[in-house]
């Protein structure tokens, strides 16, 4: 029984040992774009947001099945609504851009499989409404400055896999501040990126 425990034990650990494709201690750099189908909570009738997602994440191995990383994202959220009532539409964007900052924690469960848990804090670079009416006396657009809060904060939680440098993340970023005062609204996105990692 001991010897097969022992054995059990050294599989376990080389099969553990090949979850990461880096050493431990290293340290990869991981240019990414990707997109967002971003929403606001609370905000019946509206759709979401297709934007944009691209950055950086730097990924340090502190073990072979764990490590941890740190980010900048370019990030396209919010929501839209587009609506024709009596044969007059109207097309309303909330446009909310940020610089998020996801600090993760990356388990890895099997090779280039990674299971990943993080905060988030996000800076607020452009906050505005873009509104598109077309109306039986032709069409108007009109653009809006937006108050939102300049701090948002989130828990990221998602997958990647990699393999042979190039990674596919997905991940869902959990609102937990919210976007205005005076409203529950708070930002929901799911997001996946391309990117190709190396080592510095």
Known sequence: MKKFLASALMLLAASTATFAQHAVGSFTLQPKVGMNVASLTKSDNFDSRIGLAAGVEGEYQVSDIFSLSLGAVYSQQGNKIDKTVLGQSLKYTNKLDYVNVPVMANVYVVPGLAVKLG??????????????????????????????????????????????????????????????????????????TLGYKFEL
């Open 119 to 192: 905060v988030q804090p996000g800076f607020n670079v452009s906050s505005k409404g873009k509104a598109v009416a077309n109306t039986v006396a032709g069409s108007a657009d009109k653009t809006l400055e937006l108050d939102a809060k300049s701090v948002d904060f989130s828990i990221p939680v998602g997958l990647s896999y990699e393999y042979k440098g190039v990674v596919l993340d997905a991940r869902y970023n959990w609102g937990l501040t919210k976007v205005w005062d005076g409203s529950d609204s708070k930002n929901s996105v799911f997001q996946i």
